[in-house]
């Protein structure tokens, strides 16, 4: 008997241990369930994900286009030194134009001026009045 009543102690000792237990897995369970998130925030949290997920396999292709612009100063510029040139340029051939009319017009009158030679006066005299009735007529 005497072994059965420490068995019965013992027994008792662990009735108070799985009710403390049984306690505790109570208070264990109304924790959790009052630190359960919401299901509503959770299937939102959800759809967001989902849309993440469809975009990240679906990437943005980022295409670099570079354009390259000439200021319209620099176009100015460019325009301004082509007439300079043309300019110039008509500058130069009139003057050596010139230079080849100062010389022919030297030699005629050095020709004009030689006396020794009389028909060629004659001729050059026709020539001069040709050409004189042909400026002031136009024809």
Known sequence: MDELEEELKESSDT??????I???VDELKT???SNQLPTAKLQEVSSRLSLVFKLLQQPLERKVLHHYHIPKLLWVSV???LAVCLV????????????GYIAND???RHLKLDTANESL?????AVDVYTAHIRICGK
């Open 121 to 125: 006066q004659k001729c050059l005299y």
């Open 22 to 24: 049984i306690n505790r």
């Open 15 to 20: 009735s108070e241990l799985l009710q403390g």
């Open 88 to 99: 110039s340029s008509g500058w130069f051939m009139t003057a050596s134009k010139l230079d």
């Open 31 to 33: 924790t959790v369930a």
């Open 79 to 81: 325009g301004l030194f």
């Open 106 to 108: 030297t030699k005629y």
